[in-house]
């Protein structure tokens, strides 16, 4: 499985956009990009997951380079409530480790009023 | 919006003791995995299920844990001695059949398990 590398944590403020950027250089061929948030207490959620280049969901947007060595998750205008954990995964969908999730060590984002 | 249930949510228990950890998938999905997180560490994959056995499981997954769906809905973890070290919030989670998003894992709430 591709290791991933995030920030450990980053600051803004409401209604901004934020940019968290995840390496993961290592990205196999089959691999897909996952990200999910996680609350204090509560399981991870399912925010958004690419291939290539742009996806764009109603809560976020996931930019994928051309090598894909790396990946952007983009939240727009985040509030108080996005204040949370975030993670990115890279696996095979499809192969023997489809579904063997690895979450890294992922990224505390704190908005800030 | 369906949601994966888990329960109980809380589950004190002493060393050496068993305990099962039950889960209730969403009812169409497919695929079964349980996950462990202790406090202030991140989530660690435990166990994938599928087709009423285990597709993959990880190291920490050794022979005190064992899984099971004893029917059409449950699905269950189950540690046979427990010990300190499994002290940890343990997550069930679901998905679909393998389709262009199977990798969108529905998470439960949780099952507080603390070992004394």
């Known amino acids: 499985l591709a290791k991933t590398t995030q920030p450990i944590s980053m600051d803004s403020y409401e209604g901004q956009e934020v940019n968290i950027t995840c390496s993961h250089n290592?990205?196999?061929?089959?691999?897909?990009i996952t990200w999910y948030q996680q609350f204090p207490s509560q399981g991870p959620r399912f925010i958004i997951q690419?291939?290539?280049t742009k996806v764009t969901n109603e809560v976020a947007s996931l930019f994928i380079p051309a090598d894909r060595k790396s990946s952007t998750l983009s939240l727009p205008r985040v509030s108080l409530s996005d204040t949370a954990v975030y993670y990115c995964?890279?696996?095979?969908?499809?192969?023997?480790?489809?579904?063997?999730?690895?979450f890294g060590d992922g990224t505390t984002l704190t908005v800030k009023p | 919006e369906p949601e994966v249930t888990q329960t109980p949510s809380h589950q004190v228990t002493q060393m050496g003791q068993e305990v099962i950890l039950r889960c209730v998938p969403i009812?169409?999905?497919?695929?079964f995995y349980w996950y462990r997180q202790i406090l202030g560490q991140k989530v660690e994959f435990l166990v994938s299920f599928y087709n009423n056995e285990i597709s993959e499981k990880s190291e920490i997954f050794d022979d005190q844990f064992s899984v099971e769906r004893p029917d059409g809905s449950n699905f269950t973890l189950k540690i046979r001695s427990t010990k300190l070290e499994d002290s940890a919030m343990y997550f069930c989670?679901?998905?679909?059949?393998?389709?262009?998003?199977?990798?969108?894992?529905?998470f439960g709430p949780g099952t507080r398990l603390t070992v004394t």
């Open positions: 989670a679901s998905t679909r059949a393998r389709d262009s998003r199977s990798y969108e894992q529905y």
């Open positions: 690419g291939y290539k």
């Open positions: 290592n990205i196999a061929t089959n691999d897909y």
């Open positions: 995964l890279v696996g095979d969908m499809w192969g023997t480790n489809a579904g063997k999730s690895t």
């Open positions: 009812s169409n999905h497919l695929y």
